[in-house]
């Protein structure tokens, strides 16, 4: 039994499904309600791009994935959407991580924000593919600057939190 366990939580998607649960409890209890600027912040976004900045575009495209369907599964949209956007959005922090020559912390903030905000101009458009209407406005913008803005001070501890949850176990001889 402890065995299990131990295996349990040498798996680095098992951690990132738990640190993505509490990011999902603080995401639809606290960050619905506080609106700065009348615009409801997103940390899942900001999760799935900094497991892209910490790991890399393959990971960060999974992780956004798992990420963004433990978000579908608390909101009414069509399940897999946010997962799809959210593993785009992984999977870009990634690919501009890698472009960076020696990435600093003010590189990894301007990436977390640049990628966020794409992900938050992604998300309406996603929705309105499946057949939303009214949500792709001039709006879009407003909400992917301050959510932009936001995770951007928030990208470098959580990236550092993905790092640790996405870490591959040491294999022992």
């Known amino acids: 039994m402890i ?29 619905n309600d506080m609106r700065p600027f009348g615009v409801c912040l997103q940390i899942m976004v900001l999760l799935a791009v900094s ?18 369907l433990l978000y579908d599964m608390v909101l009414t949209t ?21 472009l960076v020559y020696a990435p600093t912390w003010w590189s990894r903030m301007l990436l977390g924000a640049g990628a966020s905000a794409i992900g938050m101009i992604l998300l309406p458009i996603a929705f309105t593919l499946t ?16 959510v932009g803005l936001f995770n951007a001070v928030l990208s470098i501890p959580t990236e550092r939190l993905c790092r640790w949850a996405l870490t591959e ?3 022992v001889r």
């Open 78 to 98: 069509p399940m897999g959407l946010c997962a799809a956007v959210f593993a785009m959005v992984g999977y870009l922090a990634g690919i501009g991580q890698s």
């Open 51 to 68: 497991a892209g900045l910490a790991r890399g575009s393959d990971t960060g495209a999974i992780a956004g994935f798992i990420i963004g």
């Open 169 to 171: 176990p040491v294999a």
């Open 3 to 31: 065995e299990r366990i131990l295996l349990f939580a040498e798996n680095r998607y098992a951690r990132l499904v738990l640190v993505g649960l509490m990011f999902l409890g603080v995401q639809t209890t606290v960050f």
């Open 131 to 146: 057949g939303a209407t009214g949500i792709l406005n001039a709006h879009v913008l407003w909400v992917a600057l301050i």
